[in-house]
């Protein structure tokens, strides 16, 4: 493995030797290189330098263009406006870098310099509840980041961290004891939907007897406190809740095809030993204080519409813990035991204060040191009307019915696109396509904002669609078919020929893949990758239209053409595999 400098980085690294050299004191500004319309490249740092140095900026502009080393990736460089640099690097560096990345298996991209202890916090269903539309952008949002950090070389641990603890678990083991067959089924393994229906069935038969029979209320009352003292039966039972959970949560996982396994649970229970130790430590350190018998941490800056302090609750008067306390236990976990770096809670934007006074109470306890946590908050899905998405009853949407639905409205367009095909490549298509589809559609949106889910829009062949980019992918795959028909099989590159325009524009964005992943990374921001990707579809869409390749003018054009394809098809398929979507050889 080899890392390839983009072109952009050479370029400006040229850039800022020649500013050195022409004025000394700049040693260290930064030219700001970003790619341009006018040009390749346009460099517009001589503007607030000149100001800094109290000079003119146009002659600074024109000192550097002096100094500017002869050879190299430059083909032209021209001063316009009041002061800024315009690039054009030649046709034989972009091939040149091109061949580069496709020689090497990770296209050029380098490892992480610095690899880190990473914890991915994302999920976070509750046992005994199904998954709704809710869940989606956690889940899928935390897989994309878990994939893109693990490809540059950090230590990922993810975590799950469920909700598997509390009171409402004292209702369903009372009644799971006194209806002991609730959960019973035929082997060890069965479909999630099974599951679910089970799971179901008790929580609503629980709840209505909860509601209905004082005594049962009672009786189901003092199974938590048997849970929380760890006795035996009603820890089995919690626990065949648990499994059976985890069932239909696997079942969810292998839909949308995430990374998530049973390896990455670890739900609120498994703090509940340290609870306790936790709250004293908070409280003898003055961090938590009691008030009306809870003992809560106050914050300054955290009021609520009465202007009384609103206070992070530990441990309730009744001496029972909530989420916090579990939240702060992992923390420090996570911290002291795993050596995370890093912890990123892919969490909704309705938990920011939560999370804001969580971590500013670990902080006061000395269990996070300042910047390793940060809570990723993300937008609400939506229906066509602008409202939070719910189904026509105005129930949330089970997650599991919503992919159903992904997936046999792009049976329809794969079958539609190939009718040659057996159903059974039909089923195997429509299920990455449908899936992938909604995927992309949450990825490609920045992770903050909320956005219109529309299986019509999404599933389409045109715009800004996974299936659009997997469309893409398999018109390659084609090309390359016909190639290999027609004994055409050599990528080669030939940097000595001249690039049509739309080859330019192509070559230069695939040069741009690893500058992508690394800002991607940096911001956790998965759109990022997405945005790179369409907009690289769309390049090849160009270029698929204006250079033939199997029919080019010389055998050494259809050589470089056939390059210029591999390599787009390695960095669509390579990063789709980084959002968690599939790539179909044939579509």
């Not at 089924?185 to 909860?210: C, D, K, P």
């Not at 696997?250 to 396994?261: F, G, I, P, Q, S």
């Not at 899905?381 to 997936?407: H, I, Q, S």
């Not at 690394?518 to 907009?535: D, F, Q, S």
Request: aromatic share 6%; charged share 25%.
């Amino acid at each position: 493995m080899s890392s390839v400098p983009a072109l952009a980085t050479v370029v400006n690294q040229r850039l800022a030797a020649a500013l050195e050299a022409a004025r000394p004191e700049a040693a260290g500004a930064d030219p700001l290189l970003r790619r341009s319309d006018r040009a390749d490249f346009q460099a517009n740092g001589m503007l607030a330098l000149a100001k800094r140095l109290k000079a003119n900026p146009r002659e600074l502009a024109t000192d550097v263009v002096a100094a500017v080393a002869s050879g190299g990736p430059v083909r032209d460089i021209e001063v316009s406006g009041p002061g800024f640099l315009n690039i054009t690097v030649t046709d034989e560096a972009i091939t040149a870098n091109l061949a580069a990345r496709a020689a090497d298996d990770r296209l050029g991209v380098p490892y992480t310099a610095h690899p880190s202890t990473m914890i991915i916090e994302y999920s976070q269903p509750n046992v005994a509840k199904e998954m709704h539309v809710g869940h989606l952008r956690s889940t899928v949002i935390g897989d994309a980041l878990v994939r893109l950090m693990e490809y540059r070389g950090e230590k990922v641990i993810r975590r799950n961290h469920i909700g598997d603890w509390g009171t409402q678990f004292g209702m369903l083991i009372q009644y799971l004891i006194e209806h002991p067959h609730e959960l019973d089924h035929q082997g060890g393994t069965e479909a999630g939907e099974a599951a679910i229906s089970r799971l179901n069935h008790l929580y609503r038969a629980s709840r209505a007897v909860f509601d209905s029979d004082p005594e049962f209320k009672e009786r189901a009352r003092r199974r938590v406190v048997e849970l929380q003292a760890g006795e035996k039966e009603t820890l089995e039972l919690w626990q065949k809740i648990v499994d059976e959970s985890k069932l239909y949560f696997n079942a969810v996982y292998d839909r949308l095809d995430v990374l998530l396994t049973d390896d990455d649970v670890v739900g609120e229970s498994a703090y509940n030993d340290d609870l306790a130790t936790l709250a004293a430590e908070l409280e003898e350190s003055g961090v938590a204080v009691r008030s009306d018998g809870a003992l809560c941490v106050f914050f300054d800056d955290v009021k609520g519409p009465d202007d009384r302090p609103v206070p992070l609750i530990v441990q309730k008067a009744d001496g029972g813990f909530g989420y916090a306390a579990t939240d702060l236990a992992a923390v420090r976990n996570r911290v002291r035991v795993l050596g995370a770096d890093t912890m990123l809670y892919i969490v909704d934007a309705r938990q920011s204060l939560h999370f804001k006074m969580v971590f500013e109470t670990a902080r006061r306890a000395g269990w996070l040191p300042d910047g390793v946590a940060h809570h990723l908050p993300f937008g609400s899905v939506l229906g066509k009307d602008g409202k939070p998405f719910k189904t026509r009853a105005g129930e949330t949407v089970r997650l599991m019915d919503l992919l159903d639905e992904a997936v046999e409205r792009a049976g329809t367009v794969v079958r539609e696109k190939a009718p040659e095909l057996a159903d059974a490549e039909v089923a195997e298509r429509a299920g990455q396509v449908g899936i992938g589809a909604v995927k992309y559609a949450d990825l490609s949106t920045s992770r903050s904002r909320d956005y219109v889910f529309d299986l019509d829009r999404m599933v389409s062949l045109n715009g800004d669609t996974s299936v659009y980019l997997q469309y893409a992918y398999a018109r390659i795959q084609s090309i390359l078919r016909r190639g290999r028909e027609q004994g055409v099989t050599r990528a080669v590159a030939h940097p000595e020929l001249p690039l049509a325009p739309a080859e330019r524009a192509l070559g230069l964005h695939l040069d741009e893949f690893g500058q992508t992943l690394e800002e991607a990374a940096r911001t956790y921001e998965p759109h990022r990758l997405a945005g790179y990707l369409y907009a690289l579809a769309s390049h090849y869409a160009t270029f698929y239209e204006n250079c033939p390749v199997l029919k080019a003018e010389t055998p050494e054009t259809v050589e470089n053409r056939l390059l210029l394809c591999e390599l787009t098809a390695r960095t669509l398929h390579q990063g789709m595999a980084l959002l968690g979507i599939r790539t179909p050889e044939r579509l």
